[in-house]
Each structure stands twice: as C-alpha cells, then as structure tokens.
C-alpha cells in the first residue's frame, strides 16, 4: 500500500524491498482555473504553466558539473542510471505529467543524492508562480509491480515561488531512502536551483 508522506518525512526505499532495482518518480499539477469577466477576459488567455521537472545528481551533497543534471534539454545521465520521459509544456491530463526513471542499481557509488526540483519555463517573464498550481504531487513508483511506494502532495501555499525542490532520494549506509522536502525558492531557472548545490 502507497505511503502518504507528510513535508519533512523520511522512508526507506530498500530496507524491506532489497530487491528494488528501478523507480519512477512521477509528478503532477494543475493549473489552477481563473475566471475572467469584463475587460479582462477580451485580452486573451494566459499562457500556460509549463513546468519543468528536473534531477540532478549530487556527490557529497554537492553538485560536481552540469553533466550530473537530467531535464528536458539532457533527457538522458550519462551513466544510464537516470532518465528523463521527456517535457510537458501545460499540465494538462490525468496522472503523472512528467516522469524521471532512476535505475538505482546503476547509480554508480560517487552519486548519493538524486535531488529532484521543478521550475516554472520563464516565470519571471510570464508573471507566474506556484500559487497559480493546484494538485503539485510528486509519487514514487516500483516499476516491477507498477505499484505506488509513496506520496507527496504539497499542500503548502507557494504563491510567489517560482521553484519547488519535491523531493530527494539518497544513499544511506547502502540504502537508498526518499526525503520529502517541499521548499519553494524563487530561482529562475536550472541553473540558478543547481547553484544552490554547488
């Protein structure tokens, strides 16, 4: 049965499943709807929200080189351990909206920390913020059962942020663990959320 986390909450991935070989790490949102009446609604339609999820591999908890990030311009590590299904540019759908697959019995050992964060593409530009999401989750899937393992829904008000760090999996005395985190920050970009690492 899938774990509901609460923000802060740490759980092991492989204490009682050694034989957990490959994950998915699924996330979701919505945008939240906006009525539009009067004047305002003959100016057009926002654009959408196109948010970016993206993974990045830490060793020593610090970012080494930017080859050791995986988002939709580098889709794939270049260990093959980490990968990327590929961009969603609104949102829209039931499920997960973007997907990173963690082989993590590819991981090799220098690595003991997947961070994995989601921006807003151009925020700043578009004037948008997560208080104009809804539903943001980030899920963890075993991908020989296809069962969920756990759950985080942010629940929190990040009106303002541009940025959300979801969540981390890392090493710990040879097992791999998942910590949910939720902070918003007001980065920009990839770039700017890889620094913080560094």
Known sequence: MSISLQKGQKISLTKDNSSLD?????????????????FFSMLGKKANIDCDATAMLLQNGKMIDKKDI???????HYTNSVRHTGDNL?????????????????????YDKIVIVVNIFKAKDRKQHFGMIKNAFIRLIDTKTNKEMCRYNLTDDYSGCTALIFGEVYRHNEEWKFNAIGQGTTDDGIGELAARYK
Do not use: C, M, R
Not at 22 to 38: F, M, N, R, V
Not at 90 to 106: F, M, R, S, Y
């Open 22 to 38: 490959k994950i998915i790490l699924g996330l979701g949102w919505d945008q939240a709807s906006e009525e539009k009446s009067g």
């Open 90 to 110: 609104t949102g829209e759908g039931d499920g997960d909206d973007e997907q990173i697959i963690v082989e993590l019995k590819k991981v090799p050992q220098n």
């Open 70 to 76: 995986v988002y939709f311009g580098n889709l794939k």
